[in-house]
């Protein structure tokens, strides 16, 4: 079952993300929570950042994830990118080698070919 991440704002974690976040987060104390972000890029225009939080942005939105686990997770995102992780739901995806967050937005209407960035129909 995902975690949901909180009444504000639609977005999900399925457990493996959660778990990977609680991970990263017990091994670092020095990190606060995790920040959701985009930037432009590639050839579809935006792509999704993931960072952990040292210090805490005073603009940012906290969302306080959790699931059956004591340990809750506090989420930031500026409220200028809110609308771009709205129905998203974060996984943990491992390919090989490689494993890493990923975003499965349903708002996306085009992806690049590589996989790196995306882009959403405009805010009306």
Known sequence: MAAPISNAISMTFTP????????????????????LSVKKSGCSGLAYLFDYVKQVDPEDTCFVISDSQPQSVSVFIEPRWQHLFQGVTIDYVKTGLNARLECINPNEVARCGCGESFSVEPAE
């Not at 959660?18 to 990190?31: A, C, D, G, N, T």
Request: net charge positive; hydrophobic share 30%.
């Open 16 to 35: 493996g993300a959660f778990k990977h976040v609680q991970k990263v987060l017990s091994h670092h104390q020095e990190y606060q929570g995790l920040r």
